[in-house]
C-alpha cells in the first residue's frame, strides 16, 4: 500500500503562483511514475503532469510553460510548481503514484485562482 499526502492548494490571484507537494509513504520502492491530476466541479479528472522514476516529465497542454513538476526519488516526494495561474486553473488537484498492479491517490486539494 501506498499512502499520498497532498499540500499546498489555497487562494490565489490570476498570475499568481502556488506550489503543491506531494509526499508518499509506505510501499514506495514499488512505485514508478507519479503525477499531479485535477477535477473542476462537474468535469473529469484530468491529467496535468507526470514524471516517472528517472524524471521523464509529460504536461497537458493547458499548463505547458506555466507549471513545472519535480521529483524527489530519496525523500518520496512529487511537487507541482504552478506559474501564471487563471481561473480556469481552479480545480481539487489529485496526487498520483503508479506502481506496477494498481494506481493510489491523495485526498485532493483544493486550488482557487480569482480573476
Known amino acids: 500500500q501506498v499512502q499520498l499526502v497532498e499540500s499546498g492548494g489555497g487562494l490565489v490571484q490570476a498570475g499568481g503562483s502556488l506550489r503543491l507537494s506531494c509526499a508518499a509513504s509506505g510501499s514506495i520502492s514499488g512505485i514508478r511514475a507519479m503525477g499531479w491530476y485535477r477535477q473542476a466541479p462537474g468535469n473529469q479528472r484530468d491529467v496535468v503532469a507526470t514524471?516517472?522514476?528517472?524524471?521523464?516529465?509529460n504536461y497537458a497542454d493547458s499548463v505547458k510553460g506555466r507549471f513545472t513538476i519535480s521529483r524527489d526519488n530519496a525523500k518520496n516526494t512529487a511537487d507541482l510548481q504552478m506559474n501564471s495561474l487563471k481561473p480556469e486553473d481552479t480545480a481539487v488537484y489529485y496526487c498520483n503514484a503508479q506502481t506496477l498492479f494498481k494506481n493510489y491517490w491523495g485526498q485532493g486539494t483544493q486550488v482557487t485562482v480569482s480573476s
Open positions: 514524471i516517472t522514476r528517472t524524471g521523464d516529465t
